[in-house]
């Protein structure tokens, strides 16, 4: 008698059954590729524990309408606090409201509430919650940042020109308080070429309108744009902004500077070196640098020479860098066999026409203005914006005697810091003075000692250092008087001499 055929799922189980752990894996596999199901639901039915019908079962529901209503006035109860802190509370409020007649749960439903975890109760209040009107924040930052690809410094492989770097620069000074103006810097990969311009506040559409100006500017066309994780840069303002322009949008690693190795050289060797250190906030502040970088920009990639890194090779502790000759982003951008023709001859007009003395000396009056600005107290210095070409060539010569000839890096004047607290010998500097006058050899010790005598209870032994410290100025004024007073019996001996 012949043996009925099996069906194929019934064959694939009796063999998944009596393989060993190998063979079930390729049974499982060939299973899933071919049916399509979850590879869990696919285990259960080769081992026959389930039916190969489509479907889920459904939960036993375990809380109904009486715990929900209870848990509702709980949570009321509670301040609406989250579930992790009422299911700490739930003990202890229930025993409360119970006591004070405010509760009357019956024993099973007491419990249920007990063993309710903190999740069931964050779901069971979601509905509750939601009609409230106060959504919750959802941190869509992570999300976004983490859908914009990562690119490191070894990623570029000879870009053509458009892909830059893109950073910003601070110009808040000692404090990082209130608002102040920051310096978008955008730098070409290929050729190194940099524009920059000055942010007012920190805002993504200001950001997206300033990077479209920038555009105008650049020889050649945006292709990429590459910016480190912060979030005036991490946001779906300037992704779609990217996406509508046709613009590869990509990201650094967070808290690797290197990945941006490029604009950051720029930030020090431009912008700080143009700018400085001092704090710049408002309008006024806005429009000078904006004119600063008018003239910087063609100063920069026109007649600023620079290295770039061509090959980087490890051995073992020693790093050997092969660095290009020293060349001006124009240079490198007319050298590039990628850069069509037209632009090459439109450069190459603005090139012809440019001062670099002229462009200097605009940027000297720039920076002047600048440190003016943000100083309180200004420093004057010859190099000013109405001086002419030939006045400026001819400070050129002897520039280097004066020291530092950028406004913007010359020492910050300070106000002199004086006393921020109550003299605590104020009461007692004139016995002190004439203690000091009648013995000047008495040490700081045997004063204190002396005034504690005199006042009880008034200046304890902490106060030796700053009576320490007053003697001291007290025996320096004493020292410079007798060296350097004259007295009466000098100023006649030197009649005398000048008479004979």
């Keep these: 008698?012949?043996?009925?055929?099996?069906?194929?799922?019934?064959?694939?189980?009796?063999?998944?059954?009596?393989?060993?752990?190998?063979?079930?894996?390729?049974?499982?596999?060939?299973?899933?590729?071919?049916?399509?199901?979850?590879?869990?639901?696919?285990?259960?039915?080769?081992?026959?524990?389930?039916?190969?019908?489509?479907?889920?079962?459904?939960?036993?529901?375990?809380?109904?309408?009486?715990?929900?209503?209870?848990?509702?006035?709980?949570?009321?109860?509670?301040?609406?606090?989250?579930?992790?802190?009422?299911?700490?509370?739930?003990?202890?409020?229930?025993?409360?409201?119970?006591?004070?007649?405010?509760?009357?749960?019956?024993?099973?439903?007491?419990?249920?509430?007990?063993?309710?975890?903190?999740?069931?109760?964050?779901?069971?209040?979601?509905?509750?919650?939601?009609?409230?009107?106060?959504?919750?924040?959802?941190?869509?930052?992570?999300?976004?940042?983490?859908?914009?690809?990562?690119?490191?410094?070894?990623?570029?492989?000879?870009?053509?020109?458009?892909?830059?770097?893109?950073?910003?620069?601070?110009?808040?000074?000692?404090?990082?308080?209130?608002?102040?103006?920051?310096?978008?810097?955008?730098?070409?990969?290929?050729?190194?070429?940099?524009?920059?311009?000055?942010?007012?506040?920190?805002?993504?559409t200001l950001l997206s309108t300033v990077l479209t100006e920038l555009r105008k500017q650049l020889p050649f066309a945006l292709v990429g744009l590459d910016t480190d994780n912060d979030t005036v840069f991490m946001n779906e303002t300037l992704k779609a902004y990217c996406d509508a322009a046709n613009i590869v949008f990509t990201r650094c690693r967070p808290y690797r500077k290197n990945d941006q190795a490029f604009v950051e050289q720029k930030n020090g060797a431009v912008v700080r070196r143009m700018v400085g250190y001092r704090r710049f906030e408002g309008l006024e502040a806005a429009k000078l640098l904006a004119e600063l970088y008018r003239s910087a920009r063609l100063f920069v990639n026109f007649f600023q020479p620079?290295?770039?890194?061509?090959?980087?090779?490890?051995?073992?502790?020693?790093?050997?860098?092969?660095?290009?000759?020293?060349?001006?982003?124009?240079?490198?951008?007319?050298?590039?066999?990628?850069?069509?023709?037209?632009?090459?001859?439109?450069?190459?007009?603005?090139?012809?026409?440019?001062?670099?003395?002229?462009?200097?000396r605009d940027i000297r009056g720039a920076q002047e203005r600048l440190a003016a600005l943000a100083d309180t107290q200004p420093i004057a210095h010859p190099a000013a914006a109405a001086q002419s070409i030939d006045l400026f060539l001819a400070s050129l010569r002897t520039a280097w005697k004066d020291g530092a000839m950028r406004p913007t890096n010359r020492p910050i004047v300070k106000a002199k810091r004086g006393r921020r607290r109550p003299d605590p010998l104020i009461r007692a500097t004139l016995d002190l003075r004439k203690w000091f006058e009648a013995e000047p050899w008495r040490t700081g010790s045997e004063l204190l000692s002396r005034l504690q005598a005199e006042y009880p209870g008034a200046y304890p032994n902490k106060l030796l250092r700053t009576l320490q410290r007053r003697l001291k100025s007290w025996r320096s004024e004493k020292a410079n008087a007798l060296l350097f007073v004259p007295t009466e019996e000098t100023l006649l001996g030197h009649e005398v001499t000048t008479t004979q």
Excluded at 140 to 162: E, F, M, V
Excluded at 175 to 203: K, N
Excluded at 309 to 331: E, F, I, N, W
């Design 1 to 204: 008698m012949q043996r009925p055929a099996l069906s194929w799922p019934s064959r694939q189980s009796s063999r998944y059954r009596t393989s060993d752990r190998a063979k079930k894996s390729r049974i499982l596999d060939e299973f899933v590729d071919i049916t399509g199901f979850h590879r869990k639901h696919a285990m259960r039915l080769l081992r026959g524990q389930e039916d190969a019908g489509p479907g889920r079962r459904a939960r036993r529901r375990v809380y109904n309408e009486a715990e929900h209503n209870a848990l509702v006035l709980l949570w009321e109860a509670s301040d609406r606090i989250c579930g992790k802190r009422l299911k700490a509370l739930m003990p202890a409020l229930i025993e409360a409201m119970e006591r004070h007649g405010h509760l009357d749960l019956a024993p099973e439903i007491r419990d249920k509430l007990l063993a309710m975890s903190a999740a069931t109760i964050d779901r069971a209040l979601g509905r509750v919650r939601e009609g409230l009107g106060r959504k919750r924040r959802r941190h869509a930052t992570h999300s976004l940042r983490r859908s914009i690809p990562i690119r490191t410094s070894a990623d570029w492989n000879d870009p053509a020109p458009g892909f830059v770097e893109a950073d910003l620069v601070a110009h808040s000074g000692p404090s990082a308080r209130g608002s102040f103006i920051q310096t978008l810097v955008l730098t070409d990969i290929a050729t190194g070429w940099t524009e920059c311009a000055p942010l007012i506040v920190r805002e993504q």
């Design 306 to 360: 620079s290295f770039k890194l061509m090959t980087k090779q490890r051995d073992g502790a020693r790093v050997r860098k092969t660095y290009s000759a020293p060349a001006t982003p124009h240079q490198r951008l007319a050298a590039d066999a990628r850069t069509p023709d037209a632009v090459r001859h439109h450069l190459q007009e603005i090139y012809a026409a440019l001062d670099p003395v002229a462009l200097l």
